[in-house]
C-alpha cells in the first residue's frame, strides 16, 4: 500500500489545520491500522495517533490529546488528523503510516508502511 500524506502549511499559535492521509489500494483499507507520527528537528519521531481498522478504537499521545482528532473514511481511502488550538511545539513533518495488526501500533516499529510526510509550522 502506498499513502500520501498532506495538509500541512503555516499557521499561527491557537489555528488549526486538517492532514490527510490518502492510500492507494482498493477495497483493503478498511484492513489496515493507520497512525500519525512527527519529527521534529534534532529530535525522534513520535506518536501522535492512531485509529483501528473500522475506527472503534482510537489512541492519542498525551501531547495531542483534546486538541487533535483522527478519523478515516474507508470508502474513499483516507485518514485525518484534525488539529485545533496549534502550537509552536507541533511543528514537525508528520507521517501518516499504516499496519495490518493493532498491537504496537504507539511505537514507529509496529508499522509497515509509510507515507512521505507533510510539514506543520506553527508560529507567529
Known amino acids: 500500500v502506498q499513502l500520501q500524506a498532506s495538509g500541512g502549511g503555516l499557521v499561527q499559535p491557537g489555528g488549526s489545520l486538517t492532514l490527510s492521509c490518502t492510500a492507494s489500494v482498493e477495497r483493503t483499507f478498511s484492513t489496515y491500522v493507520v497512525g500519525w507520527f512527527r519529527q521534529a528537528p534534532g529530535k525522534e519521531r513520535e506518536f501522535v495517533a492512531r485509529?483501528?481498522?473500522?475506527?472503534?478504537?482510537?489512541i492519542y499521545s498525551d501531547s495531542v490529546q483534546d486538541r487533535f482528532t483522527i478519523s478515516r473514511d474507508n470508502a474513499k481511502n483516507t485518514v485525518s488528523l484534525q488539529m485545533n488550538n496549534l502550537k509552536p511545539e507541533d511543528t514537525a513533518v508528520h507521517y501518516c503510516a499504516a499496519t495490518k495488526e493493532i498491537s504496537g501500533t504507539t511505537r514507529r516499529q509496529g508499522y509497515e508502511y509509510w507515507g512521505q510526510g507533510t510539514l506543520v509550522t506553527v508560529s507567529s
Open positions: 485509529i483501528s481498522w473500522g475506527g472503534g478504537s482510537i
